[in-house]
């Protein structure tokens, strides 16, 4: 048998393609009536694409499909999943992009009891999810998890599960947070965290040896962990509209220091002795929170008034990626270096390969 794809005059004996054809859900029904006659007939189909239909729920006959690797049922306007369909069909690609599915729409279970274990890729991006769902924690195999666009609030910690993931994708949620665990993630190779509201990085992201893309832009990331400059086969950073970059493009300020910072700050670089029964219990333990200045030119110190720099640390030779640190004048900015800066500043065209992503 021989089927034709909508897009294409080239005939593929493995493939239904009925993508932006407007189909309902009795309409598919009758295609596939009409199109196959026996059981073998069926079993001839490895993919189905019924992206960009009018679609309310799958189509019964799916279950007939006993050899059906890929299916995309992409932008319709499902709400529900029929169970079945993961019971019957070896599915190594499940694409539902961009429908109304809810956590409540999934399968109370996914390998376990069905085939799912053969699944390579699920995209459950553009639809209604609040949470990763528990049962996609199941599926071992997984290689490429896409969730974009969704209304996820956080990362389970026990994303660690899914060992062999090359690809997670949480861009466009609600994230707040990312755990710790992710650093488990050792086949990871690309990370798209864009567009949440995170505002830290953990340090275990260094233990992500296999990363070459990680996408952090439109967050609330005010400093990135050190730890990620021993990542070295990152090869795509992207870091545009966070906090930290545009603190780097905005000019240099410091406000006027108060007397008692001056005066503290001089018992301190002075070394000056006092003692409990020469200072009142408050401003011996401002005395005790004094910060060393980052320049290691600097013996000064600072208290509630800091220069706030960002240093743009070499990145495996490729480009830099801006560190903020602490000063304790504007003065130090200039001879400030740091043992992870050991080089004169990026060039303008490393700069925007960072800022820009």
Known sequence: MEFYTSDSSESDSHTIDYQNRNLSLSKVEDEFLNLFKTESDYAEIETIILYNNHLSSLPISLLKFTNLHTLDISNNSLSTLNVEIFLTCPLRSFIAKNNLLTNDSLPKFFESKSKMGQLRELNLSGNMLTRIPMQVLELKSIKYLYLNGNLIQSIHKDIWKLKNLHLLALGANKIREVPESIGRLSQLQALNLCDNKIEKIPSSIARLHNLKSLSLHKNLIRTLPPELISLRNLIELSLRENPLVERFVQHL???PTSLK???ARVVKTSNLPYTPFDLPRTLIEYLSSANC??????KGVYFDNRVENVK???????????FMQYLCSSRCVE????PLDPQPSASGFMMRKVLLG
């Open 253 to 255: 300020s410091m406000t």
């Open 293 to 298: 200045c980052v320049n290691p030119n600097c």
């Open 261 to 263: 910072e001056m005066s």
């Open 312 to 322: 743009f640390i070499d990145f495996c030779g490729k480009y830099r990626v801006p």
């Open 335 to 338: 001879n400030a270096s740091t």
